[in-house]
């Protein structure tokens, strides 16, 4: 796709351009005018908070956008299901949707997945752009390509790995979040640095949280967290190897999320539980692969210097336990974790035992 004058792909890519700005609705413009899209052909997809937040606005600024064509759905998780599939696909087909529409989803992580889902399944897959508007679609849904739905009670059992034409990535979209939407996509940024390099996760540990939508180091830090997501994906998009590096933190953390949404608890966001899985993921790395022990304890104080510490009952930890052994990645019964041998060198397949696992919660827990 080519991208115009306004339409700087900041992220190099050689499949898609991602564009990141304060604003993105001339590189938006942009875009579509260069690649010949014309608006009748374009649809948007939302969900109705996004919908009165962020898309009105754009589409009561522009004469262009205002004519096209929009679709919502019903915010929240629940809603990332077959039958609002079903009821898309059939909105699509009302509209006379064909091979040259453009689905732009507009939205957070279930939008993105959704629409997606929806734009690479109708008619054999028609293009899709994505401009996520919560800190954690930036910088993990709407980059690398995986589309779906939940299903079955359990996330995105349903889906396929297709790329969009373009991300759209607009800071000014962070005023519209919560501290703890911003928090909760921070742990996958904080992930993305402990992946990545000690110069970008050092970076990341001296951030401020406060006013993050018009600080310059943080949109700066948005945009080396999406190029690693990115290059990782791009070099394996099915996830045979290395994209499972992209799972650091994810075994505990889902196990913590599944936990605590069973219980009917407070529920945490999932980058809240994400920050708890990587703390013990990061103790794991130091028992198996030698991780310094100092920078463990110095990267547990600097979590929980953002992220308030979640109390674990006995039969909590168990629980958590017991939950790492239904993750997808284990393979013969083995729980298989991503970690690290230092900041920056991931490995992938380490198998650990439960009464390991048991021993990070408690590391974790400890004063
Ligand atoms: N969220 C992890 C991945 O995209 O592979």
């Known amino acids: ?80 299901s077959i039958n609002t599939v079903n009821r898309l696909w059939h909105s699509l087909l009302k509209l006379k949707a064909d091979r040259n529409t453009v689905l732009v989803n507009i939205g957070g992580g279930v939008v993105t997945d959704l629409g997606g889902f929806v734009a690479a399944t109708y008619k054999r897959g028609i293009r899709f752009i994505n401009i996520p508007t919560t800190l954690l679609s930036m910088v993990d849904a709407s980059v690398g390509g995986k589309v779906g739905i939940d299903f079955g009670g359990a996330k995105n059992q349903i889906g396929l790995v297709s790329d969009p034409i373009a991300v759209f990535i607009g800071s000014d979209f962070l005023r519209t979040l919560s501290d703890r939407e911003i928090r909760s996509g921070f742990a996958e940024m904080i992930k993305h640095a402990l992946l990545s390099s000690k110069s970008l996760f050092s970076t990341t540990q001296k951030i ?57 608890k407070r529920q945490l966001l999932h980058g809240e539980a994400i920050a708890i899985g990587l703390i013990c993921e990061t103790y794991l790395s130091f028992k198996i692969l030698g991780f310094p022990k100092i920078q463990v304890d110095a990267m547990k104080k600097d979590i929980l210097l953002k992220y308030t510490k979640v109390r674990f009952s006995k039969p909590d930890i168990e629980g958590i336990v017991r939950l790492t052994l239904f993750d997808k990645k284990n393979v013969d019964g083995r729980i298989n974790f991503t970690l690290l041998k230092e900041i920056g060198s991931p490995t992938f397949d380490n198998f650990i035992t439960s009464k390991m696992i048991r021993e990070s919660i408690e590391y974790y827990l400890a004063d």
């Open 1 to 80: 796709m080519k991208t115009g004058k306004k339409t700087k792909a900041v992220v190099k890519n050689n499949k898609y351009p991602i564009v990141i700005g304060h604003s993105i609705d001339s590189a938006f413009v942009s875009f579509i005018r260069v690649n010949k899209i014309p608006v009748k052909k374009i649809i948007f997809l939302t969900d109705d908070n996004v919908f009165r937040c962020c898309l009105k606005p754009i589409l009561n600024s522009s004469s262009t956008l205002s004519k096209a064509q929009v679709l919502t759905i019903k915010s929240g998780e629940k809603h990332k």
């Open 208 to 264: 401020s949280l406060k006013d993050v939508a018009k600080n310059n180091l943080f949109i700066e830090l948005i945009k080396k967290s999406v190029e690693y997501k990115n290059k990782i994906a791009q070099k394996d998009p099915l996830e045979k190897g290395i994209r499972k590096f992209l799972n650091y933190g994810h075994t505990i953390g889902h196990a913590v999320e599944a936990l605590l949404m069973n219980k009917g």
